[in-house]
């Protein structure tokens, strides 16, 4: 498995091509000032990325009012073509709920990328426990409880710390 680590300054350019590469580019140099990044490494490459806050108020910033206020949210991530369905994907998330649990939320959620995909995207977040939380439509927001995604099947095997 993969060690899943905070993104240091030496990975910027390797994100830049991962992101760019999935269409979830940053139109220049990748900079992660006021974002929390987690990198997954293997065999000392990066082969995963997930941008994520531990403190975003989506109900309020994102016009949901009946929500709950401060929680985590993933903004995005990819893994790298060559080492999909290996794990990768499913490791960041779970790391993520951990930091997420640590830092006191008790609730995760995440918009999928609309587009190409969207489909094997919806099941890959199935698959880590988040499901629905608003009406069917572009822009629905997916979520659910950080101990669900922790008790998940594939969860405990990762190695995030
Ligand atoms: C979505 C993405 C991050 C998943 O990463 P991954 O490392 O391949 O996912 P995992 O191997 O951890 O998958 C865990 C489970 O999710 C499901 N899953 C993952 N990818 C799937 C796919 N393409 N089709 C169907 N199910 C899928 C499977 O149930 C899988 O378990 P299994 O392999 O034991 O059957 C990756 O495909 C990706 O980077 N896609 C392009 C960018 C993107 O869509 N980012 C999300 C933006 S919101």
Redesign the pocket.
Known sequence: MPLIRDITPADCSVVEELLDS?D?GVCGFYNSEGLDVVVAELHESVI?IAEFRLDYDFGRDEGRPAHPGEQAWIL????ADA?????????LVTEIARRAQDAGRTFLA?V??DGD?AA??E??FQ??ALAPIEPDGPGAAWGCPVSEILTAR?AASVEGR
């Open positions: 999935n979830l995963g995005t991530m990819a893994v080492h999909r369905r290996h794990g990768v994907g499913r490791a995440l999928p990328q995909d094997d995207r099941t890959f698959a880590c594939g």
